[in-house]
Nanobody, 124 residues
Framework: EVQLVESRGGLVQAGGSLRLSCAASGFTFDDYAIGWFRQAPGKEREGVSCISSSDGSTYYADSVKGRFTISSDNAKNMVYLQMNSLKPEDTAVYYC?????????????????WGQGTQVTVSS
């Protein structure tokens, strides 16, 4: 059974930091790209970052570039999203997702498997 399980998010003040983790199981981790997405109330799901399984290339949405860092530990089937300099507009439910193959994408429709999501709230 494919599972993607995000760590608990939380409440953080603006300017603070938070690290999310995504534990993957039930598929060959090295054969998938992993992405992070977020969805704020009343808004569409937005691609935040992704990491390619083929060469570890990373991609970021412009809105988080320079503040968020994605990384992976393939030995543990884990992907992390380090979020620094958080802003109230980063408040959303964050999801990790898996994309089969060696590509990469920040488009949600490209992804095959999804976690259940975790709430991140940034207070001003």
């Amino acid at each position: 059974e494919v599972q993607l399980v995000e760590s608990r998010g939380g409440l953080v003040q603006a300017g603070g930091s938070l690290r999310l983790s995504c534990a993957a199981s039930g598929f060959t981790f090295d054969d998938y790209a992993i992405g992070w997405f977020r969805q704020a109330p009343g808004k569409e799901r937005e691609g935040v970052s992704c990491i390619s399984s083929s060469d570890g290339s990373t991609y970021y949405a412009d809105s988080v570039k320079g503040r968020f860092t994605i990384s992976s530990d393939n030995a543990k089937n884990m992907v992390y999203l380090q979020m620094n300099s958080l802003k109230p507009e980063d408040t959303a439910v964050y999801y990790c997702a898996a994309l089969a193959g060696y590509g990469s994408s920040l488009q949600s429709y490209d992804y095959d498997y999804w976690g259940q999501g975790t709430q991140v709230t940034v207070s001003s």
